[in-house]
């Protein structure tokens, strides 16, 4: 089994920071690719960072230059620096793992999600 917990949510205000932090744990041979997805209300999930085991990332436009992911292999965890933040990136983040266990099985595991809201 595995689990994944994200952490660093909360309220900021516009054009301020914040770091979300993602855990995994259990029974993991490897991950490969991790990363944070986002859905606000009414909007389809968008997937804001990627980031594989060798270090390669990938961003969504919109957010380009303003996020980091960064990841810890040892530990098995993610982060997300989140800087310059606007109104729009209010959302529900969530963090996912592409995971093999010690059973060999592969797949897409998630957490529960942290509320991020940029308001004045």
């Known amino acids: 089994q595995v689990q994944i917990v994200e952490s660093g949510g909360g309220l900021v205000q516009p054009g301020g920071s914040l770091r979300l932090s993602c855990a995994a744990s259990?029974?993991?041979?490897?991950?490969?690719?991790m990363g944070w997805i986002r859905q606000a209300p009414g909007k389809q999930r968008e997937s804001v960072a990627t980031?594989?085991?060798?270090?390669?990332?990938n961003y969504a436009d919109s957010v380009k230059g303003r996020f980091t992911i960064s990841r810890d292999n040892a530990k098995n965890t993610v982060s997300l620096e989140m800087n310059s933040l606007k109104p729009e990136d209010t959302a529900v983040y969530y963090c996912?793992?592409?995971?093999?266990?010690?059973?060999?099985?592969?797949?897409?595991?998630w957490g529960q999600g942290t509320q991020v809201t940029v308001s004045s």
């Open positions: 259990g029974s993991i041979s490897s991950i490969f690719v």
């Open positions: 996912n793992a592409d995971v093999q266990t010690t059973t060999y099985y592969r797949g897409m595991y």
């Open positions: 980031i594989t085991s060798g270090g390669s990332t």
